[in-house]
């Protein structure tokens, strides 16, 4: 017993420093003393020597960093040298393009929840809020979503024409430029607000803002191109496209063949210095109507004319429209949103050296320039789309729902409606915190390239997943396509984000925990870095003192790993309020979790790992999930703890923890050495998996938010267009909803009477009218009931054509209003 008792006394000191992280020398005098006291208390002599000599052989050599180096460190850094993969070019560049922020902390097993909570709300400034409920909104009462993906395959000339006057594609080009010089989440809630409108519209502002020519020029454009272009661009009398991706290029753009060879031609009767290029460009968004293109290629100096180089690298270029041999103007049609986007083409067109993004000096520099500016872009384009996307859901399927009647009730009041309801309304609270955390990261000066593909990734993909749910709870009313139908197109166009800026798949099983796992670990990119340091002796230092850093965080993580485990995360420091606490306690937990299986997976695995995608792509998932819950808990603060979100939160939050317990156990379970897998899994999951995903209560309660009006659900459909004007189905729907609600309990009485036989007339006026005579309904209900029901038709009618319209070449009269792309 005696024996026992020591044991456990160095033990639970031993586990206890190493949960709080302390420095060796602490963890050596804590242990010591623990067995010390209970060793001699208990009467356990042996015992206590026998520990104590083991601290010491451990804490003594550790504790000298020369005999350590010499004798551990510099044999490690021997095989650590041989077994890390080389990183090309491209991996490197991509490693260190990108800043860490709050996600580091969740990598590390230990986040510290302040870091978060400290970060200032993000708003929009007075300008910023003036410009949405100006412009924007204007825009918005312009837009014609039929119009423009049936009948123009193309915006209106006046829609073009707003667009470019009010600086729409200016907003991140600063104002001395004449740019709008917008915050990252004006920018996220401008095109927000623009997607619950039309994809259409919300894509073509999107692009000239994201990562582009004039992104590019701002960072590497040399000052006359900058003052030639900017101007220009901000007020849209150029109109930019980015031309990268080819029939040989798409997820792995470096692959790309296009190439520019140097050479000198006359120009204007002048010997001109210059590239001869040939391009295969597709797929290349607003290309079709483009004034200028940027185009990537590989550069080639055969002559020397530059220099000693003769393989450049991928340099960039801006080519104006007017470049002879620049063929350009034929459109894809993607998804029947038909934004612009076509195919750029030439052979050996001429452009001289002055057309290089930056100068002939950034020739070769084009991957590191795309990459560096690539996850700005990335954190506002398509997250800001599909956040606007299913916030309309929200709005659109959270009325329709209730307006919609069948077996006598709302369809909204059935089970399994309700269950496509929650899911809408608790991944619409989750993609929203999400969008907003990465637009804020930036707000902040940050690159986020992780969170940057998180966001790409998961607001894409749960916009996919809303907005089919927002298309089965409209049934036929959601397929039949005209200008009543407001969900199809939104649905139809999906895969395009799933697809563009990195696709889906790549997203999540190459570049978020690959790139995350080295970018957010606190040692594993020190490591490395350390083999590329010249001097023997720095190297053995710094490799020394990242790998014993590494070696404490993992046991730490093991450590806590398992003790926030089979205490259920019930312990442990935790920021929030009392319903919160809880919530940052199992993130804590999964945080330690997933570092230890991060280092083990690493470590077992080393460079292998690369090509174990879907080992890979799970410990994204957690990663991901991690973020996306404390993005949701700052969201939950920043709105001041509002009581009624609770439901929202705590439905995305359980869907959240769930997801990541079964990415973990899907990681463990497929990890290829079985012994290593069973002791994670001991670990890990002590008492086995016991998160649940959110309860079916939980779910209705969800539901009834967002078929109600109410704070929580105008805080779900902030940005918003809900307007009721006369192009906005969906305003008019949410401007009846409280009429809808009011007529539910007249409904009821009324369709009792009915259901009785009292009544002679087949007329549903006429049997409101003898409802009223009955005394079963008094005249105010009646005239409500009749109001509703010819509200309610408008919105679950749909549209019919005359077959000869809905023709597939359809040959249009001279009359019919034409889009930018015919005056092209
Ligand atoms: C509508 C639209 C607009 C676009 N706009 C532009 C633009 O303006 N400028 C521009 O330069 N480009 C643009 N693109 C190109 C876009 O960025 C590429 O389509 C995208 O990078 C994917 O390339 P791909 O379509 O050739 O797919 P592929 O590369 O052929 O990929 C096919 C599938 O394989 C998966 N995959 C590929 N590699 C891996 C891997 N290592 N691991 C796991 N999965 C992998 C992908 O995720 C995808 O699911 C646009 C594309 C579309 C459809």
Redesign the pocket.
Known sequence: MSVLLTLLAALIATGACAYHRTSLRTWAIATALATVVVGVLAGAPVTTVILLIIVAVIAVPLLMPAFRRRQISAPLLKIFAKVTPKLSDTEQTALEAGTVGFEGELFSGKPDWHELLKQPKPELSVEEQAFLDGPVEQLCSMIDDWQITHELGDLPPEVWEFIKKNKFFGMIIPKQYGGLQFSALAHSAVLQKLATMSATVA?TVA?PNSL?PAELLLHYGSDEQKNFYLPRLAVGEEIP???????Y?????TSLTDYGVVCKQMVDGVETLGIRLTFD???????PVATVVGL?FRMYDPDHLLGDKEDLGITLALLPRSTPGLEIGRR?Y??N?P?Q?GPVHGKDVFAPLTTLIGGPHMAGHGWRMLVECLSVGRAISLPSNATGGVRMAVAATGAYARMRKQFGLAVARFEGVEEALARIGGLTYATAALSRATAAAVDRGEKPAVPSAIAKYHATEWGRVVAGDSMDVHGGKGVQLGPKNYAGRAWQGVP?A?????????????MIFGQGAIRCHPYVLKEMQSLSIADYGDRLKAFDRALFGHIGFGISNAVRAFTLGITGSAIGDAAGDAYTRRYYRKLNRYSAALALCADVFMGVLGGKLKFK?KLSARLGDVLSYLYIASAMLKRYEDTGRPEADRPLLAWAFHECVWRMQMALDGAIRNFPVKPVGWLLRVLVFPFGRREVPPSDRLGRRVAAIITAPGEARDRLTEWAYLTPSANNTVGRMNALLPDVIAAEPVERKFLKAQKTGQFTSHEYNDQLLEAVKAGVIADGEAALLKRVREGTFEFISVDDFDPKELRAAVVRSESAPKGLADAA
């Open positions: 894509s692009v582009g496209c980015f031309a990268l991706t080819g029939p290029a798409g997820s792995d753009a460009k597709r797929y290349i968004t607003l290309a990537a894809h993607p998804l949103i934004f986007n395009i799933i697809t563009v800026e990195g696709a889906n798949i790549m997203t999540r099983s190459l995608e």
